[in-house]
Structures are given as C-alpha cells and as structure tokens.
C-alpha cells in the first residue's frame, strides 16, 4: 500500500505565507485533497481535486502538485489557520483504497 | 444540509467485535459517485482510512485490517455500519464516518461526522 509523508510541523508568521507539502508514489496518478483539523473537532476539507475550495473556505487556501509531490498554501496565514494538516489520495495500487498523509501540525506565530 | 453522525459503545473489551452505525442525511447513497468511509484516530495521532462502501454497494478495506472489518449499508434507513472484530487497546480511537464523492480521479471527505471515541480496555 501506499504511504504519503507530511513534516511534522511548521511555522508561519501571522500574515505570511506557508506551504505544506505531502510526498507519495500515488500522488503521481491520484489528485491529493488537504484537510484541516483543529484540536477537539472533525477535520474539514480544505482543497480538493487540481485545486479546488469548497464553499466557505477562505481563497488564502490553495493547492498545486508536481510529480509526486503535492502542496497546500496559506497565503497570509492568519490564527484561526493553527491547526493539524492531513493530505489525502487514492492508494496507487488502484483498487479504491485510501490513505492519508502522516500529519502538520501549523503553528501561527 | 449533508449531516453524519456516529453511533456505538464508548467502551468494549479485548477480542469483543464493535459495531458502529453512521447514520445520514441530505444524500442518498443510491446516487452515483456518493460514497461513505470510516476512519479512525487514536488519540495524538493521525488519520487512518478503514473502510469504504459506495453506491453500487462495492466496499473497500484497509490492507492491514481487512480480515477484521465488514461494511454494509441500509439505503431505506440512510445507514452505514461497520462492524470490527477481536478489539484490541490499540485500537482505542476517535472513529469517524465520512461522505465521500467519487468522481473517478477526484476523490475527496466533503462531510464528516463528529466522530465517536471507542475505548478498548478491560
């Protein structure tokens, strides 16, 4: 199966800008999708597909990808952005398993 | 409004078998690309997919713990379950269920319940 690999932890200045990256063999076939948790609560879908928002999640939120390699943006971090990080994708076996990345946690200083 | 909620025992012993029923709304799980998983979470750590039913009925498991894991849905009743046998304490865990839209190479958690906290002990 496949593994997809996060740092550990970042930090970002308030109002600057960080990217979170997630390195995986099936992020070469497979779009990643990015989700925030914050402690005590569900995770919340951030970017999704090339690069994608759901309704209500700020445009300082944005993804990219590259090879195997994909990342989420906070352009202009701001406090309510601390929060754990996870990438998503498909398992490049292509038998419609799943996996998630190892986790972020971002600090806003 | 899509909502999802998590139901089971706090609390089961080692080798008993869990089951949790999601129970839905705002989707049916007829439609095609609509999806719903369960994934878990041990305390401090992070996400780990387990299990995954679609509309057509097909259902998916996590490699390391397929032997132990059955989803199954009841459309009429908007439900999932998920039944795991022969717990274990590290399988103590937040349990979620999620939709999932599947749109073939697009594949993303839109919803999630409020997760469900098992704890495995004796």
């Known amino acids: 199966s496949s593994e997809l690999t996060q740092d550990p932890a970042v930090s970002v200045a308030l109002g600057q800008t960080v990217r979170i990256t997630c390195q995986g063999d099936s992020l070469r076939s497979y779009y990643a999708s990015w989700y925030q948790q914050k402690p005590g609560q569900a995770p919340v879908l951030v970017i999704y597909?090339?690069?994608n928002r759901p309704s209500g999640i700020p445009d300082r939120f944005s993804g990219s990808s590259s090879g195997n390699t994909a990342s989420l943006t906070i352009t202009g971090a701001q406090a309510e952005d601390e929060a754990d990080y996870y990438c998503?994708?498909?398992?490049?076996?292509?038998?419609?398993?799943?996996?998630f990345g190892t986790g972020t946690k971002v600090t806003v200083l | 409004q899509v909502t999802l909620r998590e139901s089971g025992p706090a609390l089961v012993k080692p080798t008993q078998t869990l089951t949790l029923t999601c129970t839905f709304s705002?989707?049916?799980?007829?439609?095609?690309?609509?999806?719903v998983s369960w994934i878990r979470q041990p305390p401090g750590k992070a996400l780990e997919w387990l299990a995954l039913?679609?509309?057509?009925?097909?259902?998916y498991y996590s490699t390391s713990l397929k032997t132990r894991l059955t989803i199954s849905k009841d459309t009429s009743k908007n439900q999932v379950v998920l039944t795991m046998t022969n717990m274990d304490p590290v399988d103590t865990a937040t349990y979620y269920c999620?939709?999932?839209?599947?749109?073939?190479?697009?594949?993303?958690?839109?919803?999630w319940g409020q997760g469900t906290l098992v704890t495995v002990s004796s």
């Open positions: 999620a939709r999932q839209t599947d749109y073939g190479d697009i594949s993303y958690f839109d919803y």
């Open positions: 705002g989707f049916s799980l007829s439609t095609s690309g609509m999806c």
């Open positions: 039913i679609d509309w057509d009925d097909d259902k």
């Open positions: 597909g090339k690069n």
């Open positions: 998503n994708s498909r398992d490049s076996s292509g038998n419609h398993l799943e996996v």
